[in-house]
């Protein structure tokens, strides 16, 4: 019973822990970084109690989660950037009278 005690209180403490991430990344703006770091707590604590996994490869699995979804973010974010510049370069040709190049 001790152990159900204890691993429940684990999970709690490390979804405690992702919620408190969040709430610092809403007041200081870097949202991105902050919920990428509380998806990787709550991973972690969530690898370790449901599949008992060792710890070390639980703080491994956390960081690597935190890292795909901050790359991800960040990924989309350039493809967007990409996306809106590409489409001010047609708008800019066109402007130009040099529609004639097929864009």
Not at 54 to 60: R, S
Request: aromatic residues 6%.
């Amino acid at each position: 019973m001790g152990v159900l005690a204890a691993q429940s209180a684990l999970l709690a403490i490390g979804i405690i822990l992702g919620l408190i991430c969040s709430a610092i990344g809403l007041f200081f703006g870097h949202i991105i970084l902050f919920d990428s770091i509380a998806l990787g707590i709550v991973a972690g604590v969530c690898c370790r109690h449901f599949l008992s996994v060792h710890p070390a490869l639980c703080i491994v699995i956390g960081i690597g989660i935190a890292v795909a979804v901050l790359a991800t973010k960040h990924l989309r974010w350039i493809l967007d950037h990409r996306r809106t510049d590409d489409a001010n370069l047609r708008s800019g040709i066109r402007a130009a009278g040099l529609s004639y190049f097929r864009i």
